[in-house]
């Protein structure tokens, strides 16, 4: 350790420290954030009134512009350009947030406002059979939506969880190559596309008057599969290979491995990832439109006869109401409403799953 000579001390020749240094550095106390988010909005709204050209939307932006501002220059001048640049950031941040965050809750809370006028029990225990104005309900468009999504998912998860396996643990040849490719380019089609491969495929085998609610469950998996091809994989690939390195090494075969140590690992994400694909197709209208077709009545039977689901249902309320036009708007709505139920509770199953079955750690 270097140490220093009394005498220099002493004579002057080393400089000793007038005031002692400080490694706390100033910081804005607690409330002064959200004094100066009250202070400019505050500032802008009696500007704005003062001007007449007063208005939400320009309140909210011109306030978050000066509480920016604001916040970046009195942090600057006590805190430091480091500090302040990081609560100018995270105010961005908090802003694009609330921004995106307008849509889905107008959305909502539209749909709620307006849904709830049918919401009741004759709308989940009626059809549309011989109703020509008030009364009536889904129920034929719920158990066809249920169905025709239920046998989509009952052939695309099989298909796209094993597909998803052979491009992660099998794949390294051209073949996986060429799937990769059409899984990505299937990924963008448009789903009218889809409809029209489904009617195409059926018209050939049964005629072109054929429409069957498994012939839209068809066309449904040729968009929910690329989704669960494609969120399988990843959740495979970060399945560290140090699992199944461990796997191998106590003389585990391949496919147990998968099976008892890979798949349980990354459960959670699938189940996340084909929840997603099944909202993904659920909402879908135009491929079910051209080939499950529109009835009034209710059909359990996939296999014969048409089968209307709550998109095509709401869809065709809106666009083709009667007189008078008010029931078939609410009624629209109403179906609306349901569909976001279905898909809200989709997802809590999905995170149910999750949780029961991932592996579980302390």
């Avoid at 129920?139 to 099989?158: D, E, F, K, N, R």
């Avoid at 099998?170 to 409809?195: C, H, Q």
């Avoid at 075969?253 to 929840?275: C, D, E, L």
């Avoid at 007189?323 to 809200?344: C, S």
């Amino acid at each position: 350790m270097m140490t220093i000579d009394t005498e220099q001390a002493q004579e002057g020749r080393v400089e000793q420290p007038s005031e002692p240094v400080s490694l706390v550095r100033a910081e804005l106390p607690r409330w002064a954030p959200w004094g100066m988010f009250v202070g400019a909005f505050v500032v802008v709204g009696v500007l704005l009134a003062v001007t007449g050209g007063f208005s939400i939307g320009l309140l909210v932006f011109l306030g978050a512009v000066v509480f920016g501002l604001a916040t970046y220059l009195t942090s600057r001048f006590v805190e430091g350009g480091r500090k302040a640049t990081d609560r100018l950031v995270t105010i961005v941040v908090t802003v694009a947030f609330l921004i995106a965050l307008i849509p889905l809750v107008s959305v909502v809370v539209t749909v709620v406002g307006n849904g709830l006028a049918r919401f009741d029990g004759a709308f989940f225990g009626e059809s549309m059979r011989g109703v020509v104005g008030e009364g009536g309900g889904g129920y034929h468009a719920i158990v066809g939506t249920l169905i025709v999504t239920a046998l989509a998912t009952l052939m695309s998860i099989p298909i796209g969880v094993l597909t998803a396996i052979y491009l992660v643990e099998y794949g390294k040849n051209r073949l996986a190559r060429a799937i990769t490719f059409f899984v990505d380019v299937m990924t963008g089609i448009p789903s009218i596309v889809a409809g029209l491969f489904a009617f195409a495929l059926f018209a050939l085998i049964f005629g072109p008057a054929i429409r069957l609610g498994f012939a839209g469950s068809v066309a449904l998996s040729v968009l929910m599969i690329p989704v669960v091809v494609r969120s399988t994989e990843e959740m495979l690939k970060i399945v560290p290979n140090e699992l199944r390195e461990a796997a191998f090494a106590l003389g585990t075969p391949k496919w147990r491995t998968i099976m008892k140590v890979v798949i349980p690992t990354s459960i959670a994400g699938i189940a996340s990832g084909i929840t997603l694909a099944i909202a993904r197709v659920i909402g879908e209208t135009a491929p079910l439109l051209i080939v499950a077709g529109l009835t009034t009545g209710l059909n359990f039977n996939p296999f014969s006869g048409r089968m209307t689901t709550l998109p095509v249902f709401a869809y065709n309320s809106y666009a083709a109401p009667g007189v008078p036009r008010e029931p078939f708007i609410d009624r629209a709505w109403t179906a609306a409403l349901v569909l976001i139920i279905i898909v809200l509770v989709l997802n809590l199953v999905a995170r149910l799953i999750a949780r029961v079955f991932a592996p579980k750690t302390r």
